[in-house]
């Protein structure tokens, strides 16, 4: 506790250099214990080359989470933990938000550098683009991404499972307040708005350079990994109705899908535990979601039903 005062004070320091009266981005924060990695995510986005105003919607934290948020954050919105949910969370922070431009990051998640914001937002300047987004790769494709991909509904409806995340993200606030997001969803509330937003005619755009830390996945273990990608998929099965695939389909993914080159390079990525144990996890989760969706006969592709209990921060 003795560090706490200095650190505070720091990130107060940091609130009132940075803070302007009319942002051009806001940056949305969902926290929930997270005095351990809100520090770093409040530090990391306060060090942006474009002033931001910062929005922390806390959903019952019992650590210092709080104290720490309100020394760094312009405004602090807090969500009882019964009423939480991804898309509600989002909805709060936007709904305060006051840029035409909002983030939303990952209370354990960190941005690759200080030109995030200023990179997110010239993808602007298209008049088409609705939101952002960071990506390695490409759809369907082994190469890595080498300039903005502007996905569209045929992309995401040739790779239902490939797109939108609001682990590090941004959006038109215009877009949001006529599609906010599903509160009702426990999960996939980002796949499933990138797809109303796209079938309303914008594009989504795609960059490298905005993919935010995702180290959090694998810091708990693969067991954990596994539960939280498999309830992952069995939300996107229910979401986009598809059938798992075959196990021809999974030895292809495991075996030629890759993205790296080189044979060493390949076997390695072949026998690597993490991407082996998603894998698995996508395909028992896709399966569990089918089994349900023929279990309910005609039941509409997005059945609540088939997403309870589909939760991860």
Not at 154 to 171: C, I, L, Q, V
């Amino acid at each position: 506790m003795h560090g706490a005062a200095p650190l505070h004070a720091e990130l107060a320091a940091s609130r009132q250099v940075m803070s302007v009266a009319s942002p051009r981005a806001s940056v949305i924060i969902r926290t929930k214990d997270s005095a351990r990695t809100l520090p770093g995510a409040l530090a990391s986005v306060r060090a942006q080359t474009v002033a931001c105003e910062v929005v922390v919607v806390d959903s019952g934290s019992r650590d210092a989470t709080l104290s720490i948020a309100r020394a760094g954050a312009d405004r602090v919105l807090q969500l009882p933990a019964e009423r939480f949910s991804f898309g509600r969370a989002l909805n709060v922070g936007a709904g305060a938000a006051g840029a035409p431009i909002h983030f939303a990051l990952s209370s354990h998640s960190m941005p690759p550098d200080g030109h995030w914001i200023e990179r997110s937002l010239a993808k602007y300047d298209r008049a088409d683009v609705a939101a952002t987004n960071g990506a390695l790769g490409a759809p369907g494709s082994s190469r890595p991404l080498s300039a903005t991909f502007f996905q569209t509904l045929a992309d995401a409806s040739r790779y239902p499972f490939w797109g939108f995340s609001n682990t590090g993200s941004s959006w038109r606030a215009t877009v949001w307040a006529e599609h906010p997001f599903d509160e009702a969803l426990p999960a996939c509330e980002d796949k499933e708005w990138g797809l109303r937003v796209l079938r309303a005619g914008w594009v989504i755009a795609f960059d490298p350079l905005l993919c935010v830390s995702d180290a959090h996945r694998t810091e708990h273990g693969l067991r954990h990994l596994y539960r939280r990608t498999r309830r992952e998929f069995e939300a996107l099965g229910a979401l986009f109705a598809r059938r798992p695939p075959t196990f021809a389909e999974f030895l292809s993914e495991w075996l030629v899908e890759l993205d790296v080159e080189g044979p060493l390079r390949r076997t390695r990525r072949r026998l690597n535990p993490i991407r082996m144990t998603e894998l698995l996890a996508k395909q028992r989760g896709l399966r569990a979601s089918w089994s349900l969706e023929s279990a309910l006969g005609d039941a509409p592709p997005v059945d609540r039903r088939a997403l309870e209990g589909c939760r991860s921060r």
